[in-house]
């Protein structure tokens, strides 16, 4: 009987030794695999525009029927996006969203990416639908955000010309 | 059939009637040639070469003329060294065509490749993208890449509005453009307007509008459906949702005669609370109405009922204000009203309302001895009932040996679809016939035009009675099938009476009613007054009905907006009960005002200018309530029963109403396979208006179908008065309640302009762009005048519902050019 729990007090006091695993989350947290699929954002070109067309492809793509978008024709004087039309509404109900990535692939402009948010507790059920507001990422340092005034003839593509994967 | 051609499609053999093309052909046994610029209602044009297939003929010995026989003792096929074009090659006997081959496979993929080098292939952002035949074919038929480099594809302008940039219908995309002509073939071929064309050659080439304003055709729309990518796209869609989000709901046109069948898409809007809204109006095909057409006013004309400015709370008036109130209240207090009333009490009904909102009304009315009316301007509805064009009549299959007399009426203007139809009709070989006091756009096609003087159009019709008069009326009397349309152009309310007398007179005189393609045809101001006529609400001048009234119950109708009657008249009539869909100037006058539900929200039938009886469908939430429930409600408590449902109430009218007898809903929701099929995956041959699954409708019988007495009248021809007449004529886009809140369609409303012929202008000293007065016996109003050849001497022409009150016909007019203005 002493062996056993002399045997106890061995392997508790070699873990005592070892290096720490738990992390003391929320102070400390733990960086996500590179793939991980967490809390969608909507993405930025690095002037500032809003890559997000409002195609609504992902809404399409989606098997949980979980986003809902409203386009709108975008203006020079009041520009969103490049090219004609940008999502005047984009919300995305994230009780349904089954995290499976399908938006991002259905994407033409690589607008929407399931990032590293895994935070998504709320308090009542209204609050699980996500507003364009809240998935918009800010713009990048020093350039101006949407909607904004812009030269005519400048942003006349909705779509980059993007390089197939190699 | 003699004249029937069997061939073999893809191992098929197929029977079709000569002259068939062989992608019709295909068509028939549900084998798909692919096409971009063939459309079956368009002349083939074989532009865009993506019909491609091998076709075998029989082979002749050249000295003999034989056939030429293998061993197997069967005809030798001989194939061309090259493809041909499946859309422009008429069938023939014997012949075979090979769709299914490699060869075939290879020129569609080089042509889908080809069209592609210019194509920007911005389906995401594109309206089209979802229902787009260039997307479909390029599926199912394309290489899957290219050999052209993508920096290389031409780069035109975007986003090009045809027309003024805040006012223009229509967008064109130049880079998406295929050069397939079926916008230009259409306005130039099917509706004669001659406003969008080629401009440039090769990859140049660009669709240009060269009309003021721009795009100026009533039929625009259309393109929209036929532009087989998304170069064409409506302003009234422009990224409002994708196609596949859309749920269709079938409904009708409220706003002529013609009935057109048409499809509201949907969607649910965060905008709107997450109810439906509708998105957009897309045709709905009805080969014996509309075909797969609709005019604009039909297609952009239904954001009334979305209208800020709807009534949604019943109004009670408490002094001299409406104030909100809620149904029990006002319901119970406008029972009273009318309850008191007694056999006082007059319902004056609008022609927008369903055939079920009608008989309710009129069964409530006479349940308490009182009487009910239509409120309108044209009168004549008798003799349309007994010899209106027979049950079967389709437009579409008048031709060689029929003729059309068409009496009073600016077909365009007043009904798009039958002007398109007639005209289709008159190339086909009908003779046309058009009466008229002035020219309009018809006489082009018509093989008789005949031109009287303002105030003789029934002179004009009786004329045509005596044996060997004119040319025209022995070619009338003569032709196998004949119909008579007439309108109100230059008629008062009795004039139109005498007019619809008069027609009957002849069609009775020549034999022409009482079987299909045969009889009258009644251009009435609104939608539903043909039913009015069937279910015995007659057309009545509002003070004639009104007098001796001891109260009035108005639904959708606005007497004192249109001049007929001022407030102070109706309120000193009794108490006013009003149904409405806004506030108009009669229901500002109203003691009880009664929300209704617009057409779009509640279901029920109209009964088309052709007799036609056809269901319309929920597609939106109620902002009031149907106005057959209204009816129903107020007719609980006066004591008389109705059923709370539309289909109720029709199986009611089938009971009591001989012309109804039999039909119920689900009649008229059948269906049955059309030519050419729309809708599906035929979007590449039809375009995108909807297949009819909802129901075609179904044809009242005349009065002489029915077995009536039918005998002519004389008719009183009208004196008419020396000197200048006013003349309202009739504009399709007018200032009426129910269109005036499509903002869309604003800016094309027509100004209140008064026209003048030059020698009267000349003689009165009015110059155009003056502002003159216009004067009567009792009213007077002050409008721009314009001065044009087209105007007949002695008479001025000013639209009707365009923002000024006149007269509601001819009527004796003076013209003062105001001196402040010179």
């Not at chain 2, 309206?127 to 599926?139: A, I, R, S, Y």
């Not at chain 2, 229901?587 to 779009?600: E, M, N």
Request: hydrophobic share 40%; aromatic share 6%.
């Amino acid at each position: 009987m002493f062996s056993e729990i002399i045997k106890g007090f061995v392997t508790t006091g070699k873990y005592a030794f070892e290096p720490r695993v738990t992390t003391q989350y929320p102070e400390a947290r733990r960086p996500v695999a590179p793939r991980f699929k967490g809390r969608h954002e909507l993405k930025r070109y690095d002037n500032g525009l809003e890559k997000c067309i409002g195609c609504a492809l992902c809404a399409a793509a989606c098997p949980a029927d979980a986003i809902f978008v409203e386009a709108s024709e975008n203006t020079d004087e009041h520009r969103f996006s490049p090219g004609e039309r940008y999502a005047s509404t984009y919300e995305i109900n994230l009780l349904r969203c089954i995290f499976c990535g399908f938006c991002e692939d259905a994407c033409p402009t690589e607008a929407i990416v399931l990032e590293s948010n895994y935070e998504l507790a709320y308090y009542d059920r209204r609050s699980s639908i996500i507003t364009k507001e809240q998935l918009l990422v800010a713009p990048p340092a020093g350039a101006a955000s949407t909607p904004r005034a812009v030269e005519p003839g400048q942003f006349t593509r909705s779509v980059p010309e993007m390089k197939n994967p190699d | 059939m003699a004249d029937l051609v069997t061939l073999t499609i893809d191992g098929v053999k197929v029977s079709v009637p000569k002259g068939t093309l062989i992608v019709d052909a295909a068509k028939r046994i549900d084998n798909d040639i692919p096409v971009f610029c063939y459309h079956p209602k368009l002349r083939p044009v074989g532009m865009c070469r993506m019909c491609l297939v091998e076709v075998g003929r029989v082979q002749r010995d050249r000295a003999t003329g034989q056939i030429v026989v293998d061993e197997a003792g069967q005809p030798k096929i001989g194939y061309g060294p090259k493809l041909e074009t499946a859309c422009t090659t008429p069938v023939e006997d014997g012949m075979v065509v090979i769709g299914a081959s490699a060869k075939v496979k290879d020129a569609r993929d080089d042509v889908i490749e080809f069209i592609l080098t210019s194509h920007p292939l911005d389906c995401p952002v594109c309206d089209k993208g979802g229902e787009c035949p260039l997307q479909n074919l390029t599926l199912r038929h394309g290489p899957g890449t290219s050999r052209f480099l993508f920096g290389e594809k031409m780069r035109f302008e975007k986003h090009v509005p045809l027309g003024q940039p805040d006012e223009a219908l229509i967008y064109l995309d130049r880079e998406r453009c295929i050069q397939c002509a079926r916008c230009t073939r259409f306005t130039t071929e099917t509706v004669d307007d001659h406003v969008l064309g080629f401009y440039e050659r090769g990859r140049r080439l660009e669709i240009v509008t060269f009309s003021e304003p721009g795009f100026d055709s009533k039929f625009s729309g259309n393109t929209t459906d036929i532009c087989p990518v998304g170069a064409l796209t409506t302003r009234d869609f422009r990224f409002g949702a994708r196609p596949w989000e859309l749920t269709p709901a079938a409904s009708l046109c409220p706003h002529c005669p013609v009935g057109c069948n048409l499809t509201f898409s949907t969607r649910r809007e965060a905008k709107a609370g997450g109810q439906p809204v509708i998105k957009r109006v897309l045709p709905r095909q009805n080969e014996a109405v509309n075909e797969i057409w609709l005019c604009d006013k039909g297609r952009f004309g239904y954001h009334f009922a979305e209208s800020p400015a709807r009534l949604t709370t019943p109004l009670v008036r408490q002094g001299d204000r409406l104030v909100e109130s809620t149904w029990d209240e006002a319901l119970a207090l406008a029972a009273a009203k009318l309850k008191a009333a007694g056999a006082g009490l007059r319902v004056l009904a609008g022609g927008r309302l369903s055939n079920e909102d009608l008989f309710a009304l009129k069964r409530v009315a006479e349940a308490q001895g009182g009487r009910a009316g239509l409120h309108s301007p044209m009168a004549g509805g008798e003799p349309v009932q007994r010899l209106g064009v027979g049950a079967g009549t389709n437009l579409g299959t008048l031709g060689k040996g029929a003729a059309i007399l068409v009496v009073a009426s600016d077909l365009e203007e007043e009904a798009p679809l039958w002007w398109l139809r007639v005209k289709q009709a008159a190339e086909r070989g009908a003779t046309l016939i058009v009466a008229n006091l002035r020219p309009t756009k018809l006489d082009r096609y018509a093989k008789h035009k005949v031109r009287y003087q303002a105030g003789h159009e029934v002179a004009a019709v009786q004329g045509m009675l005596v044996a060997g008069s004119s040319d025209y009326a022995e070619a009338f009397a003569k032709a196998t099938d004949a119909v008579i349309v007439f309108g109100r152009e230059g008629l008062d309310f009795a004039g139109s009476a005498a007019l619809a007398q008069a027609c009957a007179n002849l069609a009775l005189a020549t034999n022409h009613y009482g079987r299909p393609n045969n009889g009258l045809l009644a251009v009435w101001p609104h939608a539903n007054d043909m039913g009015a006529w069937e279910l015995g609400l007659p057309a009545q001048d509002p003070r004639q009905l009104l007098a001796g009234a001891a109260a009035s119950w108005i639904a959708a109708a606005d007497p004192v907006g249109d001049g007929r009657l001022s407030a102070a008249d109706l309120r000193a009539r009794g108490p006013v009960i009003v149904q409405e869909l806004f506030l108009t100037e009669t229901a500002q006058a109203a003691d009880v005002v009664l929300p209704a539900a617009a057409w779009a929200e509640r279901d029920g039938s109209y009964t088309s200018g052709e007799r036609r009886v056809q269901r319309f469908y929920p597609a939106v939430p109620a902002h009031g309530r149907p106005d057959h429930q209204i009816a129903a409600e107020l007719g609980a408590r006066l004591g008389v029963a109705l059923p709370k449902f539309a289909s109720q109430v029709f199986l009611e009218i089938a009971r009591s109403v001989p012309a109804f007898a039999g039909l119920d809903y689900a009649a008229l929701a059948h269906v049955e396979p059309q030519f050419p099929d729309v809708g599906g995956r035929d979007l590449y041959y039809g375009g995108t208006s909807y297949a009819n699954e909802q129901g075609l409708g179904l044809p009242l019988k005349s009065g002489a179908e029915r077995g009536a007495a039918v005998t002519p009248h004389t008719v009183e021809v009208p004196h008419v008065a020396e000197g200048l007449r006013l003349v309202p004529v009739t504009v399709l886009y007018d200032r009426g309640t129910t269109f005036a809140a499509s903002l869309l369609m604003q800016p094309r409303v027509t100004a209140a302009q008064a026209r003048l012929n030059p020698a009267d202008a000349a003689r009165l000293g009015v110059r155009a762009g003056d502002e003159i007065e216009l004067s009567g016996a009792d009213w007077s109003v002050r409008v721009a005048a314009a001065v044009d050849e087209q105007t007949p001497a002695g008479v001025v022409l000013l639209p009707e519902s365009a923002g000024v009150t006149v007269p509601p016909g001819p009527a004796p007019v003076a013209v003062n050019v105001p001196a402040a203005v010179r």
